[in-house]
T-cell receptor, first 113, second 111 residues
């Protein structure tokens, strides 16, 4: 039973560039939520995708966008990268649009220079 | 004011003792509360969820919820060195709601 997977593991980008992060949910899950975790902080909710639509969104600018594919996998896109976007990006999957039983992936460490 | 607040620690606990972690939340409509454990460099893993006032026990872990005081806590009994991690408190308004995490409390269990 495959758990949540994310790619890439690490990424270094330059300020102003664009980045795409990928997530495959746990087998049987159809809901994907994305979080940003800065060093020493708790995860901050970015948005949630269910049935290929963005269902919930946190306090993040439009530079952060996403997509969910028919196979339930998801992408997080960040445009016009800022130094402050450097963080661990976590994907969590769950079932049926609910968030009670979320399983987190290993994360993607993004460094913006 | 942050919606979910925790003491950052570190909380130093002797092996075998009880670790007590506290969390307060500001949104009165929060209904569901969760404790996650996060080892350094790893992703969070769910250890407890609690939805009703009172205590909920699972092995060495006990979660306590008091909605009137907007307070949730986690007790770790017989603390082991493997319990050394950051413990994250999270709250949500409903099953479709946004998850709000606290900044986490670092626990260090000393042999």
């Amino acid at each position: 039973d495959a758990g949540v997977t994310q790619s890439p593991t690490h990424l270094i980008k330059t300020r102003g560039q664009q980045v795409t992060l990928r997530c495959s949910p746990k087998s049987g899950h159809d809901t994907v939520s994305w979080y940003q975790q800065a060093l020493g902080q708790g995860p901050q909710f970015i948005f949630q995708y269910y049935e290929e639509e963005e269902r919930q969104r946190g306090n993040f600018p439009d530079r952060f966008s996403g997509h969910q594919f028919p196979n339930y996998s998801s992408e997080l896109n960040v445009n016009a990268l800022l130094l402050g976007d450097s963080a661990l990006y976590l994907c969590a999957s769950s079932w049926g649009g609910q968030i009670y039983e979320q399983y987190f992936g290993p994360g993607t460490r993004l460094t913006v220079t | 004011q942050k919606e979910v607040e925790q003491n950052s620690g570190p909380l130093s606990v002797p092996e075998g003792a009880i670790a007590s972690l506290n969390c307060t939340y500001s949104d009165r409509v929060s209904q569901s509360f969760f404790w996650y454990r996060q080892y350094s460099g790893k992703s969070p893993e769910l250890i407890m969820s609690i939805y009703s006032n009172g205590d909920k026990e699972d092995g060495r872990f006990t979660a306590q919820l008091n909605k009137a005081s907007q307070y949730v806590s986690l007790l770790i009994r017989d603390s082991q060195p493997s319990d050394s991690a950051t413990y994250l408190c999270a709250a949500s308004t409903d099953s479709w709601g946004k998850f709000q995490f606290g900044a986490g409390t670092q626990v260090v269990v000393t042999p």
